[in-house]
C-alpha cells in the first residue's frame, strides 16, 4: 500500500476510535456504493452520521477539510441515501467532517459537525 494511502487509513482508524469515546457506535468504515466511498458511518443517539475523513501529513498548503470540494460532499450525499435506502433507515441523518494531522501520535485537528447539507448542493 502506498504512504498516502497508509496515511489515510490510519487517520479513519484514529478518527474512529475519537468517535467511540465520544459515544459513538460505528456501523461502517470504507462503505462503497458505485465507486463511492463513505470512509465511517455512525450512529450518535438517533441520528447516523457520515463522516469524511481527512488526513494531512502536512499543513503547508490547506487544512485537511479544505480537501473536501463540492464534488466529494455530492458523492459522499450520493452513497448516504443509496446506504439509508439499502439498510432500510428511517433516521436523521447528517454529515461531518474530521480531520487529522499526521505525527506521533496522529492526532484530531478538527471535527465538523453537520459540516454542510444535502440540500446546499443542488
Known sequence: MSQ????GR???EVARNYLIKKGYRILH????????????VAQHNN???????KTRATLAFELPQEAVTK???????YAADA??????????C??????????EPYQ?????????KANELL
Not at 4 to 7: L, Q, S
Not at 29 to 35: E, I, L, P, S
Not at 71 to 77: A, P, S
Not at 94 to 103: A, E, N, P, T
Open 94 to 103: 447528517r454529515f461531518d467532517i474530521i480531520s487529522v494531522l499526521k505525527g
Open 10 to 12: 490510519t487517520g479513519e
Open 71 to 77: 464534488k466529494k460532499m455530492r458523492n459522499l450525499v
Open 29 to 40: 468504515a470504507n462503505w462503497f456504493f458505485n465507486h463511492k466511498e463513505i470512509d465511517i
Open 108 to 116: 484530531i485537528l478538527e471535527h465538523l459537525e453537520d459540516a454542510f
Open 47 to 53: 441520528v447516523i452520521v457520515f463522516v469524511e475523513v
Open 83 to 92: 446506504y439509508l435506502i439499502q439498510k432500510n433507515i428511517d433516521l436523521e
Open 4 to 7: 498516502h494511502n497508509t496515511t
